[in-house]
């Protein structure tokens, strides 16, 4: 992850570096080589991700044939709004770093602390999915969380109803049901633990007034308005749902008609086409993507 982008561009190799004396081990070293199943660890993989992203979008952001790029508004999916808020200038790359890192361990520990899974649902639509949860659950904890886009919701809950959940899905009429590979019962009322962590510190973190870059939240698809709903928000992400295709849907209805994905992989590209084909996404994920813009 990132380790081309790296050795191509010292901007980016500085940010690593950066990386490694925020957090006191070599993230770096994770990031270029593994390994993977380290790497994909909740504790990991969350300042990984953000470290990455904000590696790329230094080099656009000092190339001179990116650096006129500017957005109308940032969004991100998930651990991706710390991202949006970095680059809208509302935090700092030291306190986003600090908070993803945090905000992994926290949602590690939590999941220690339960027994939770997370099941993505392919081809149905809210309704059913609903329906579906309210079979699975039989008294255990299970909710829609995830609204990635049409035909594509994932579930969150115990893990006993989230088996009953992917054994019921074809009865519903589900294409598939898919397990995800993550710790926990993430974006339920199984991460409060984690959500008051969280909490404790965002109260050590500056975050600035929007102004002219707006951010969109995850958590009502409105624009955060103040610094202090942002804290909020970013607390409340970790156990209320994350709604992505109504978040995208505001920022079509209010003119985006271009997007830019930034960070590792596709996953945002790949859901706006369902969202809406029509909408132009450049996706820059990687030295290729990078080489293109230049």
């Known amino acids: 992850m990132g380790a081309e982008i790296a050795q191509s561009f010292p901007v980016a190799a500085e940010i690593y570096e950066k990386a490694n004396d925020i957090v006191g081990f070599d993230l770096s070293g994770l990031c270029f080589e593994g390994p993977a199943e380290q790497l994909n660890s909740t504790t990991i993989s969350q300042p990984a991700i953000f470290v990455t992203s904000a590696a790329i979008l230094e080099v656009l952001r000092t190339n001179p044939a990116t650096s006129s790029i500017s957005a109308d508004v940032t969004a991100g999916l998930s651990l991706g709004e710390y991202t949006a808020l970095y680059?809208?200038?509302?935090i700092s790359f030291e306190d986003g770093l600090v908070l993803v890192h945090k905000r992994g361990q926290a949602m590690q520990a939590a999941a220690d602390a339960t027994e939770g899974a997370m099941v993505g649902i392919i081809g149905l639509d809210e309704e059913k999915v609903r329906q579906l949860c309210d079979e699975a659950s039989e008294g255990d904890l299970i909710v829609p969380v995830n609204f990635n886009c049409p035909g594509q919701i994932v579930v969150s809950g115990s893990v006993k109803a989230c088996e009953r959940a992917e054994q019921l899905a074809q009865k519903y009429g589900a294409i598939k049901a898919v397990r995800l590979e993550v710790?926990?019962?993430?974006?339920?009322?199984?991460?409060?633990?984690?959500?008051?962590?969280?909490?404790?510190?965002?109260?050590?973190c500056e975050i600035s007034e929007p102004s002219d870059i707006k951010t969109i939240a995850n958590i009502h698809a409105e624009y955060y308005q103040t610094s202090q709903k942002i804290s909020d928000g970013l607390i409340n992400q970790l156990t209320c749902p994350i709604l992505w295709q109504k978040c995208m849907k505001r920022l079509i209805d209010d003119g985006i008609e271009k997007f830019y994905?930034?960070?590792?992989?596709r996953v945002l590209t790949g859901l706006m086409r369902r969202i809406n084909r029509k909408i132009k996404v450049v996706n820059i994920s990687d030295l290729q993507a990078i080489k293109e813009l230049l």
């Open 87 to 90: 680059a809208a200038g509302l």
């Open 183 to 204: 710790a926990g019962a993430f974006h339920t009322e199984m991460m409060s633990s984690a959500a008051q962590r969280l909490g404790e510190a965002l109260s050590n």
């Open 261 to 265: 994905e930034i960070g590792p992989g």
